[in-house]
């Protein structure tokens, strides 16, 4: 498959077999998204549907079902989620699915009721995009592994303009920044969100002035490395001490 500037080239010299796609890791990639999508994602439920019909004749209770679900099912799929974005799509064909093997037809109870935890009358079942998202944020832990790694050099190379990754730390919006990968794009997005459903209430000294996107200049965040370096990180480092300002007279 010829790669670079040479991407979809016709020509086919040493007469070697030249293919569309390659396969690397249990990923297929092709130029053509379409080709991509169908091998990587949509093949996957062929194998889901076999697996179903195996187990669709046995008379399994409700929770039998959700046990197939998270046990048979779903790790068919943890590996792509893991490092890749599905479309929603696919996402929404999984979960129908999956519901319908477990009601055996249309929902009978709501699907938010479903994922609940038994002990709130719920089924417990994984709800699938709260997995692929924890999944994801998985990675976060790899990130600030403080052993070497080629592959965080991307990502490093990415969020250099931002302090690289003392971004995880700030109170940013990912709407304010172009990021080229969807993976790490999400990644931050999640994270963000993540942050916020969990972050405490604090003085607004405490804030963190860099990358803030309460904070900008001509509508962009700021990030100064020069100030980060001086050890000026949140609003209260900006702050004289009371005793070195004069009341107005």
Not at 96 to 104: D, G, P
Request: some cysteine; proline content about 5%; overall charge positive.
């Amino acid at each position: 498959m010829w790669i670079g500037s040479c991407r979809g080239s016709p020509e086919r010299p040493l007469s070697l077999k030249w293919c569309k796609s390659v396969k690397a890791l249990g990923v297929h990639y092709s130029y053509n998204k379409e080709v991509s999508f169908q091998k990587i994602f949509y093949d996957k439920i062929t194998e889901i549907k076999k697996q179903i019909h195996q187990w669709s004749w046995r008379g399994l209770s409700l929770f039998g079902k959700v046990s197939i679900i998270k046990s048979f099912l779903l790790p068919k799929l943890v590996y792509i989620f893991s490092i890749l974005s599905p479309p929603s799509e696919f996402i929404s064909l999984i979960q129908t699915i999956m519901y319908k093997f477990l009601w055996k037809g249309p929902d009978k109870i709501t699907r938010r009721a479903t994922i609940n935890c038994s002990d709130y009358g719920g089924l417990n079942l994984t709800d699938l995009e709260t997995s692929i998202k924890s999944l994801r944020l998985a990675w976060i832990s790899k990130i600030f592994n403080p052993e070497p790694s080629p592959w965080k050099s991307y990502l490093r190379h990415l969020l250099k303009p931002c302090g690289v990754f003392f971004f995880f730390h700030c109170n940013y919006n990912i709407n304010d920044y172009h990021f080229n990968s969807i993976f790490y794009l999400e990644m931050l997005q999640w994270w963000s969100e993540f942050r916020s459903n969990f972050s405490t209430d604090s003085k607004a000294f405490d804030y963190i002035i860099w990358n803030n996107y309460n904070i900008k200049i001509d509508g962009k965040p700021i990030c100064y490395h020069n100030y980060m370096n001086a050890g000026v990180i949140f609003i209260s480092d900006l702050m004289y001490s009371r005793n070195n300002v004069e009341p107005l007279t």
